[in-house]
């Protein structure tokens, strides 16, 4: 270093670091170089990097079910309401992620929705800001959450609901539709109903047919002066989630439509456990959400594991099953 400004020679012990550079100061050119080889570090990645958000939901209007415990109700959606019908959106891969971003971006604790019984509007539940979670009670990851209930006085007993969000239910009508009470005309007609269903799909026989109905309802639907009678029957099995009772067991399911005399077989469902597994339909409410004058009736099913719905409507003015969560496949059997 002898013979340099010591500043100079500062300059140069700091610098030596950086690869190659030739500076020149008052006519004296240096040329720094580094080890061969040596070039800039790169950056490690971070290790801290946060995800990025999921994108929101772009859903059309849901379709809910809700059921009263107390002073309280149990909100849940049921599916999406498209223009085609209810669409189910929980099942597959996206299910999970699907089900948390309904809870978080549609049943937020306040929100309001709508309470319907037979199509009538019949109240308002506002969701609570606990107990809100995502659900594996169904096949499906479903949300749920608790609610504050508020009903018209005539409602004041009604256990089960349709229910839509507040902004999306303009123009349902309030009143109050009271459930009916079965008469022997009603049970008569169910158990004639049922022996036609039977002998058209060429079921076994129960015992005691009186004995293997399960339930009955009657569902006042537009258009008619006379309830329509829906009615469940079992055979060899019970209404509960769990093993059926013997490998001949089925589940029959039958509307009827009043007519000027008696009911006409117009939808039966026959699910014979051998071939489709167990799936014992429940009535759980009927209701007009979509607004296009035909009632909609919701079912509960249970199974061997689980509980699913599935819903029955009329296309082209003949009644099927429009809408069913796709659940649980027929099980291996010897």
């Not at 379709?63 to 599916?79: E, F, I, K, Q």
């Not at 293997?212 to 258009?223: C, K, M, T």
Request: hydrophobic share 40%; aromatic share 8%.
């Amino acid at each position: 270093m002898t013979g340099l400004p010591r500043w100079l020679a500062a300059v140069g012990i700091v610098t030596a670091a950086w690869g190659c550079d030739n500076i020149a100061w008052g006519g004296i050119e240096i040329s720094l170089r580094g080890p061969a080889g040596d070039s800039l570090p790169s950056r490690p990645p971070p290790t801290d990097s946060v995800p990025p958000p999921e994108p929101p939901l772009s859903l059309g209007p849901l379709v809910y079910v809700a059921s009263r415990t107390g002073n309280m109700a149990v909100l849940s959606p049921l599916g999406e309401l498209g223009a085609g019908g209810l669409l189910s959106i929980f099942a597959g891969s996206e299910g999970e992620r699907v089900a948390k971003a309904v809870l978080a971006e549609r049943m937020r604790p306040g929100a309001e929705f709508v309470l319907l019984s037979h199509g009538l509007r019949v109240g308002t539940l506002t969701l609570a800001a606990e107990g809100a979670e995502v659900s594996r009670e169904s096949c499906l990851p479903r949300p749920r959450a608790r609610g504050y209930l508020e009903l018209v006085p005539e409602g004041a007993d009604l256990q089960r609901f349709m229910a839509l969000e507040k902004e999306r239910a303009r123009g349902t009508t309030f009143g109050f539709r009271g459930p009916l009470r079965d008469q022997y005309e009603h049970r008569a007609a169910s158990l004639a109903l049922a022996a036609e269903a039977i002998r058209s799909v060429g079921a076994p026989w129960p015992a005691e047919l009186r004995e293997a109905r399960q339930e009955i309802h009657l569902v006042p639907l537009a258009g008619k002066e006379r309830p329509w009678i829906l009615a469940t029957f079992l055979y060899q099995d019970v209404a509960q989630i769990g093993p059926p009772g013997g490998r001949g067991a089925y589940s029959l399911l039958v509307l009827g439509e009043p007519q000027l005399e008696g009911w006409r077989l117009v939808y039966s469902g026959y699910r014979p456990v051998a071939s489709r597994g167990k799936g014992v339909p429940r009535f759980f409410a009927a209701s007009d959400w979509d607004q296009d004058g035909q009632m909609e009736i919701v079912l509960e099913i249970l199974g061997e594991r689980h509980r699913w719905w599935a819903v029955l409507g009329q296309i082209q003015g003949a009644w099927d099953t429009i809408f069913e969560d796709p659940c649980e496949a027929p099980p291996d059997r010897p």
